[in-house]
């Protein structure tokens, strides 16, 4: 079987990965014209069967060597004196098994595993897919064509495949109330190993050391109860809106924002999840941020991404490569923890940002007071809900598809 999978950062690598390993031809196509490892990009979690999935591959210890080494966290706040906390005791609750990492590490880790069997295409889109029945022809945007038996999104929330087959993202992309920025500046803060967090009404900051020790990453997040207008590809819009909305915070808001417009990694997007009713059509399948995004920054979009892309690869190799039986059962599997990853996305961002200045007392009150608690109940006030590990407790891997040539 020939497959196509668009998208090479984390679903598309380890489903490539699974199927190569089950005897599929399997090619990458990646927007970028390399891999964007970058300083790393942000922090994402791999959490509880997300962990199995990268032990199965034997890359836990490779993944466990990259973690973030972040060990304090200081909340600063309006007029208040900041307070510190241990990031172990911040994080205590979240799952058994929780490994940190920056997106670009765990993105070169997987390209690693697979580029030698898997062939890779960078700077390469699909441009046109026509789906005939027995194959799907693909036209890239060099012009070139190609059928294949199947092809898959891995392209993340704005997947140019989804558009393609389900038609525009304004159908699927449904608002969580918020924006998020995020860019690279030099160290200013003397950061170390140290996160340091910033909260005001309705605004947060974080920044966040970065693996060069000269500089470190902003992340910004702003509460918006509606939706902004402005042009998604002009980046110095999106830095005007980003002042505008940040104009009167205090701290070393000024100061992180005067390297704003050297950034060449600035970022900038809503925090917005896919809901679609399927992730597949015909020959055609989503994966990942493509297919259930559950938001940035509100947890669970890389751990549901990875088991996503196991368990699509798992259930083709068990059906023998036949789509119609493989594709629902992928469905199936999925239904729960994505449903569960919708709710997930509104909880986080009713908690995440600060409401109101009664919430930024009370945070800063719960880190206070959390060092002092007992083990159990630093867990549980630490697991935010159940929150992005919840989600994925109910999923049953299959096990490993054999080795096939
Ligand atoms: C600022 C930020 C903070 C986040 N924080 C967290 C967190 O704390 N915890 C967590 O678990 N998750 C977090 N996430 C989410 C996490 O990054 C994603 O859920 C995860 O990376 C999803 O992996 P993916 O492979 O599905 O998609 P992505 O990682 O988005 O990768 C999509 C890939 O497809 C490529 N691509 C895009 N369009 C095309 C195209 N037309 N053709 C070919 N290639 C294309 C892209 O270049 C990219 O390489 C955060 C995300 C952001 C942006």
């Known amino acids: 079987m020939n497959v196509l999978i668009s998208g090479a950062s984390v679903a598309g690598p380890v489903l490539a990965y699974w199927l190569r390993r089950a005897g599929y031809r399997v090619t990458v196509v990646e927007r970028t014209a390399s891999l964007r490892t970058g300083d790393g990009g942000q922090a994402v979690d791999v959490l509880g069967p997300a962990v199995e999935v990268i032990e199965r591959m034997g890359l836990l210890d490779a993944v466990e060597r990259e973690r973030t080494k972040t060990d304090v966290m200081t909340l600063h706040r309006p007029g ?73 999104g891995a392209d993340g929330l704005h997947s140019g495949v989804r558009r393609l087959a389900f038609g525009d993202e304004s159908r699927y992309r449904h608002f969580l109330g918020g924006y998020l920025a995020v860019f690279t500046v030099p160290d200013l803060l003397g950061l170390g190993g140290a996160v340091h967090a910033y909260n005001a009404v309705d605004r947060a900051v974080a920044v966040y050391p970065t693996r060069r020790p000269d500089r470190a990453r902003v992340v910004i997040m702003i509460r918006s109860e509606r939706e902004l207008v402005y042009d998604y590809r002009d980046g110095g819009e999106q830095r005007r809106l980003l002042r505008s909305l940040t104009a009167d915070l205090g701290w070393e808001v000024p100061r992180l924002l005067e390297h704003l417009d050297a950034a060449e990694d600035f970022y900038f997007d809503s925090i917005s999840q896919i809901r679609l009713d399927s992730w597949s059509r015909g020959r055609i399948a989503l994966v990942g941020d493509a297919g259930y995004g559950p ?52 909880a986080v961002m009713a908690t995440l940002i600060p409401r109101s200045t009664t919430q930024l007392w009370a945070m800063a009150q719960a880190i206070r007071l959390l060092p002092r608690l007992p083990r159990p109940v630093q867990r549980r006030l630490t697991s935010f809900g159940g929150g992005p590990a919840a989600m994925l407790e109910g999923v049953q891997l299959r096990p490993a598809p054999a080795v096939s040539n």
């Open 80 to 152: 208040k004196r900041p307070v510190t906390i241990h990031a172990a005791q911040l994080l205590a609750g979240i799952s058994d098994r929780h490994v940190e990492i920056m997106r670009g590490d765990l993105a070169a880790i997987l390209h690693e595993a697979t580029r030698e069997e898997v062939e890779y295409r960078f700077g390469t889109t699909i441009a046109a897919m026509t789906d005939t029945g027995p194959a799907v022809d693909v036209t890239f945007d060099d012009g070139t064509r190609e059928s294949y038996d199947l092809v898959v």
């Open 295 to 346: 938001g940035p920054a509100v947890g669970g979009g890389t751990s549901i991404a990875l088991v996503g892309g196991y368990v699509l690869a798992s259930e083709l190799a068990a059906a023998g490569g036949d789509h119609r039986v493989a594709l629902p059962a992928y469905q199936r599997a999925m239904a729960e923890p994505v449903a569960h990853s919708r709710r997930i996305g509104p």
